[in-house]
């Protein structure tokens, strides 16, 4: 089989696809090998500013565990091998992002809820171990809402096992706020309290979106608010190694959600940085990929 026959292989093969999909990431700084474990679009939170159109049914109600983990392999054989870069996708890449950063489980839901969460994890590692990735991370995008469940809990552990990084949603500072923008029956405090937990284990990386509802964006007293509540992690014992601040990057599924200035999300970064002391960094309202 020739060079040239192989890349068209795996071309065709990781768009099509259902479960796992690489894209180049700002935030990462590479490549980014996503996984969905939620291919049914079902979430237990409904945010404002998600792009992932829930009033519409997905064709795929389930992850198929063996074909998922066949995905998995091939991409990964693809990216160890480097002949990613030779696919027309990502031929153009910039040569300084050509480089596999992680894998990380997202998707169109929250990842923590699929019920063998540990065991995919677990076997996960496992492949990227067999490819030499060891300096590969697997990052986990998650709302904090599991952390107490026992399967997510072994999960997490594997993720630290295995140069692990979570990345947790904080997107309000008070309930009334929280509840506009997550319209979620699971408490806030369950999420805070999650985090401060999980933070006093392991550091975690913080993912706030800040955006415009109806034209208004986040008050000063929410704002407030917010770095309130990271106070109060980093008080209970809790590491919070870095803080993202974004916005609206991609049209979201509500038309009533529009993006905050970059100028606001420099001047919520720094107020952050003078009330928190906490590393944060900016990102603005252009697509990640």
């Not at 060079?3 to 990781?14: A, D, K, N, V, W």
């Not at 792009?51 to 565990?65: C, P």
């Not at 009334?176 to 999650?194: C, G, M, S, W």
Request: with cysteine.
């Amino acid at each position: 089989m020739t060079t040239h026959r192989l890349h068209t292989l795996h071309q065709r093969s990781f768009d099509d696809n259902k479960f796992v999909y690489p894209v180049l990431s700002r935030r990462s700084r590479g490549l980014s090998v996503g996984v969905n474990l939620n291919p049914d679009k079902i979430c237990n939170f409904d945010c404002i500013y998600c792009q992932v159109n829930r009033r519409e049914e997905s064709e795929t109600r389930f992850v198929e565990t063996e074909r998922y983990f066949h995905e998995v392999n091939e991409m990964l054989q693809l990216a160890a091998s480097g002949e990613i870069w030779t696919t027309p996708k990502f031929a153009d890449t910039p040569k300084n992002l050509r480089r596999v950063n992680d894998i990380a489980f997202s998707g169109d839901g929250e990842p923590t809820t699929y019920r063998n969460f540990d065991e995919l994890v677990g076997r996960t590692a496992e492949i990227k171990r067999q490819h030499g990735m060891h300096d590969v991370k697997m990052v986990l995008i998650t709302n904090a809402s599991m952390f107490h469940r026992d399967v997510v809990q072994r999960g997490l552990e594997v993720l630290d096992a295995n140069h692990g990084e979570i990345w947790a949603k904080l997107d309000a500072g008070t309930e009334d706020y929280y509840q506009l923008i997550e319209r979620t029956k699971i408490p806030f405090q369950r999420v805070l309290d999650n985090l401060a937990a999980a933070s006093q284990v392991r550091p975690l990386v913080i993912q706030t979106l800040f955006m415009k509802v109806n034209g208004v964006g986040p008050s000063d007293a929410e704002l407030t608010a917010y770095c309130q509540r990271l106070q109060e992690i980093t008080a209970a014992g809790g590491m919070l190694k870095l803080i993202q601040i974004y916005t609206v990057a991609r049209r979201p599924a509500e038309d009533f959600v529009a993006p905050i200035s970059d100028a606001e999300v420099d001047r919520i970064v720094k107020m952050v940085q003078v009330e928190t002391g906490l590393t944060a960094e900016a990102y603005y309202g252009t697509s990640d990929y």
